[in-house]
């Protein structure tokens, strides 16, 4: 089974996995005030680049619903706030700027239509993404042989999208294929994103998956039981740097050294063409609590200095191939030979 991140549940809510809750507990979240979206994407009740692309593209439907205001004004300000809940995924801008550009176009005069627009408008994003998960799967699924062992970093599965995911969603495909494969999961320290959310979701499933401290990483590539790492992306500038979650950059860096494959999936709403390269990429920074007592558990010195990016910057010299819903491009490290 293939779980649902976010729903529209009717014309003034939608239905979110509390993914905080995750393994544990399996959580939904009915939200119909748009501060509470904002919140969850703050909190990471919802995360993953497309998934809250699509939670603020509802959102934007979520106010006008709650509120009865339709006016410019009013719109304008929701789309800044929802703009405002989290820096580096540039699905966030995209989907919410989308959302303008399609109310501006359709100019609804009146509070019925206002809503048939913004929910169209919402609910075609989100069905775009999960078209394009299937597509990254499929194109992605031609580089897996039977028998191979796939290692990924934190949550772009289902969780993290409208539809099956984007790394994972290779996986599945492949699964679905009857390739036989094995996942390591990197734990993702300090949110525990591959721990909590990818083992689970991947478990659901029936795929085999190990979870691995991220440090287990490199020992394995050097014993050769990785044969391709495959991640996602939260933003991908022209030159073909990216962003994703802290600790990519040091498996791309590991991968290259043991010249193991290294691909970058994504849909074409993570591909940020305006900046040049990821030095213009906003990382977020979290604070330090989810480092020192992530969970409730006391793990560092009271009053420690802390710093703690969400997300890492790894250059496209380190890509293979970026796995996107129109098919394979090749990254930096394409030319080069891989040993497997
Ligand atoms: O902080 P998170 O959990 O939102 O970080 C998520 C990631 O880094 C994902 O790899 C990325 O958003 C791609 S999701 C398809």
């Not at 290779?170 to 390739?179: D, F, I």
């Not at 074409?268 to 040049?276: E, K, N, R, V, W």
């Amino acid at each position: 089974m293939i779980v649902k991140a976010i729903e529209k549940l009717n014309d003034k809510s939608i239905r979110l996995i509390d993914q905080t809750r995750l393994p544990n507990e399996l959580v939904y979240l009915n939200l119909d005030d748009y501060h509470d979206i904002i919140t969850a994407i703050k909190k990471l009740q919802v995360r993953g680049a497309p998934a809250i692309g699509i939670a603020a593209a509802c959102g934007m439907a979520v106010a006008v619903a709650q509120s009865g205001d339709y006016s410019a004004q009013y719109i304008k300000t929701v789309a800044e706030e929802l703009k405002a809940s989290r820096p580096t995924a540039v699905n966030l801008f995209w989907a919410v700027d989308r959302m303008l550009t399609h109310w501006r176009i359709e100019n609804p005069d009146n509070l019925e239509k206002t809503l048939a627009c913004l929910w169209n408008e919402a609910l075609a994003i989100h069905e775009e993404d999960k078209q394009m998960c299937r597509s990254i799967g499929q194109h992605g699924a031609d580089l897996i042989k039977e028998g191979q062992s796939v290692l990924t970093h934190c949550n772009a599965g289902a969780l993290a999208t409208g539809g099956i995911g984007t790394a994972l969603g290779v996986l599945y495909v492949c699964h679905e294929q009857g390739k036989k494969l094995h996942v390591y999961a990197d734990e993702t320290r300090p949110l525990l994103q591959g721990a909590r959310l990818t083992t689970w979701e991947l478990m659901q499933s029936g795929i085999d998956v190990t979870l691995i401290c991220d440090n287990t990483a490199g020992m394995l590539m050097a014993q050769g039981k990785i044969n391709h790492v495959i991640v996602g992306a939260d933003r991908i500038a022209a030159n073909g740097d990216f962003a994703n979650k802290i600790g990519t950059y040091s498996v791309a860096v590991l991968a290259a050294e043991h010249s193991i494959p290294f691909y970058v999936a994504a849909p074409a709403s993570t591909f940020d063409l305006q900046i040049a390269s990821g030095d213009e990429i906003v990382i977020e920074e979290r604070l330090g609590s989810e480092v020192t007592e992530g969970f409730g558990i006391r793990t560092a010195p009271d009053g420690v200095k802390v710093y703690s990016p969400a997300f890492d910057i790894t250059p496209g010299r380190l890509v293979t191939y970026y796995i996107s819903d129109t098919g394979l491009q090749p990254g930096g490290r394409s030319s080069r030979p891989t040993s497997r």
